[in-house]
């Protein structure tokens, strides 16, 4: 009975639980791994059967505190109580378990009691106030008991789109179900052509920069397929390597097949280097590994040519980089994240800050080469090579989760920007930053997350001498920033030297532009274009929200990589072209002169 009350007080039953849950993005376990379907169907926190972070063992322990709290009540008050008793020991099991205890802000405690929206909870306080102190021994909560107000303050959360109920049905994380219609007023209109679809989260779009035109596609579950120029996809993989991958179809799980980049002489040698999530029990780590094309079909990897060059192990399940590009210096670059959970809490001042760790930084390696008992070797102008302390693989340090980064290919006509390296690294509770990484610069985390100082004593260290981001955005406009390129293709001059990003939480298109003479960067939305303006055959004005990643082709057009439902098993991820319709005409159909 306690369970029906509080199903019905939130809303139409657990189909509705159920659709808000999978129409959300990034849900994540008190424990940093992404939820999952349990073993068996719980039988106290029914409604989070079919999604979420508790075994039967953890339902179990749940439906004895909810007996023990019982007995502690008076019968009739409990009659009154029992459901809200209920909605607050169900939300350990709840997939956003992590943003309603608070566990993403190491800097507070874990809290005993979920994050409460502000109604739910005056009205729990007016029936019920003495449950509070039996379901927390929190004693700053128990003096606040008699003041509604700031009781409820003390149970509300920073970010609000996450407490409890009303992240069930809240419009922010559902309201981009179907496809994103942009039309913000002053923002820069664009259109799209779909390329190809029904991709099973498609996390990176690749070239060989051979001349062939093909463009590879990697899913996170660890498959890759080749299109051809007419994009037609072949039939047979280019990759699989799924059995080795580790990954899950449930939202918020972060690993899996995450990079690949072709050697940078390709296809002599014929080359490629890949990234991807790894497990056995409980340990995890992230593998790079090498492979060649088969002899006998260029479209087809030789699967027992793998070389595994590089192993990092994983402390927790969120959090893996997973980017990999090769610079004109033919260096192979490796953008690892900080090792997971939350605020980067190993060691005295985490692993991106630790120039002994190769988690949170940008890492660079020579793979024609073999040295000092590895299996890369280490480019000589690394910035780190002579000091005794640090790993000699690190480039770049204070990285919190770099996802995609890109090279600037630079002005077609002057060079200007060409090599420039600019990355989207992913923030911890208020904002979202795009970096231009450079050679041995300290980028902040976990001093520092955008402008703003985050471990405040590690902040105020003169000696950190970090570099802040060229834009860093509020959660406000997005939670989860992909990394994009500059457009350096000759198809849309009037996006010459523009840098477009995206958010994958949000579904914002966004972008950059320097001011040469200042060196600050101005942004703008991206917004799709309205009426008549994408009206030439082909072209669409809208997208799937959840923006997973960027790619360029062999001649530097744009695209980025987009899913409906954020999951590694699920087939609705979709390429799009990025198109400027003020220069779609037919000189341009056919090509650029």
């Known amino acids: 009975m306690a369970g029906q009350r509080a199903v019905a007080r939130i809303g139409p039953g657990a189909l509705l639980v159920l659709r808000a849950l999978l129409a959300a993005a990034h849900p994540q376990c008190l424990d940093f791994r992404p939820p999952f379907r349990p073993p068996q169907p719980l039988s106290f926190c029914a409604q989070y059967s079919a999604f979420g972070c508790c075994t039967a063992e953890q339902d179990a322990a749940l439906a004895r505190r909810f007996r023990a709290l019982e007995t502690r009540m008076d019968a009739g008050v409990w009659a009154t109580c029992a459901g809200y008793a209920l909605d607050m020991l169900c939300q350990e099991c709840s997939p956003y378990a992590a943003h309603l205890y608070d566990a993403e802000d190491p800097a507070t405690p874990l809290r005993t009691v979920p994050g409460l929206c502000e109604d739910y909870c005056l009205d729990m306080w007016q029936t019920c106030r003495g449950l509070f102190r039996l379901l927390s021994p929190d004693r700053e909560l128990w003096a606040l008991e008699s003041n509604r107000a700031k009781l409820c303050r003390y149970l509300s959360l920073d970010d609000t789109d996450y407490c409890f109920p009303s992240l069930l049905v809240n419009e922010n994380l559902n309201s981009n179900l179907g496809r994103v219609v942009a039309d913000a007023k002053g923002c820069l209109q664009l259109c799209l052509e779909e390329v190809a679809n029904g991709l099973r989260n498609p996390v990176a779009m690749v070239h060989a920069r051979d001349g062939s035109h093909r463009f590879f596609v990697a899913e996170q579950v660890g498959l890759v397929w080749t299109y051809l120029p007419d994009r037609s996809r072949l039939e047979k993989p280019f990759l699989n390597v799924s059995q080795a991958v580790l990954t899950s179809p449930w939202e918020g799980d972060e690993r899996g097949f995450l990079g690949l980049a072709f050697h940078p002489r390709f296809p002599h040698p014929s080359k490629l280097y890949v990234y991807y999530s790894v497990g056995v029990g409980f340990r995890e780590w992230i593998r790079i590994s090498e492979f060649r094309v088969s002899e006998g079909d260029e479209n087809t990897v030789d699967h027992g ?127 979202e930053e795009v970096d231009l990484v450079e050679r041995g610069r300290n980028y902040g985390w976990r001093a520092r997350e955008g402008f703003e100082c985050y471990d405040r004593k590690l902040c105020a260290n003169a000696s950190l001498d970090d570099v802040l981001p060229i834009f860093a955005y509020p959660h406000k406009l997005g939670k989860s920033v992909t990394g994009g390129y500059v457009y350096r293709g000759c198809e849309y001059p009037n996006l010459n030297g523009l840098y477009i990003f995206g958010d994958f939480m949000s579904g914002r298109l966004m972008s950059l532009r320097e001011n040469p003479e200042t060196g600050q960067w101005k942004y703008s939305e991206v917004c799709m274009g309205r009426g008549q303006t994408c009206a030439f055959p082909g072209l669409i004005n809208n997208y799937y929200p959840y923006i997973i990643s960027f790619a360029e082709d062999e001649a530097g057009e744009l695209y980025f990589m987009s899913t409906g439902v954020p999951s590694a098993t699920a087939a609705h991820g979709v390429i799009y072209k990025v198109i400027d319709p003020s220069r779609f005409s037919v000189l341009c159909i056919s090509g650029c002169p």
Request: aromatic content about 10%.
């Open 305 to 431: 040519s793998e070389r595994i060059i590089l192993e990092i192990e994983e402390p927790a399940s969120n959090h893996n980089g997973g980017q990999l590009l090769f610079g004109d210096d033919g260096f192979l670059y490796i953008f690892t994240g900080d090792g997971g959970m939350a605020g980067d809490p190993f060691g005295k001042f985490g692993n991106a800050q630790n120039k002994s760790a190769l988690l949170g930084k940008v890492l660079r390696i020579d793979v024609d080469r073999k040295e000092r008992g590895l299996l890369y070797g280490i480019p000589p102008d690394n910035p780190f090579v002579d000091d005794p302390g640090a790993r000699p693989e690190v480039y770049a340090l204070g990285v919190r989760n770099m996802w995609r980064c890109s090279f600037d290919r630079g002005d077609p006509m002057s060079g200007t920007g060409r090599g420039r390296l600019f990355c989207g690294d992913v923030g911890q509770n208020k904002y």
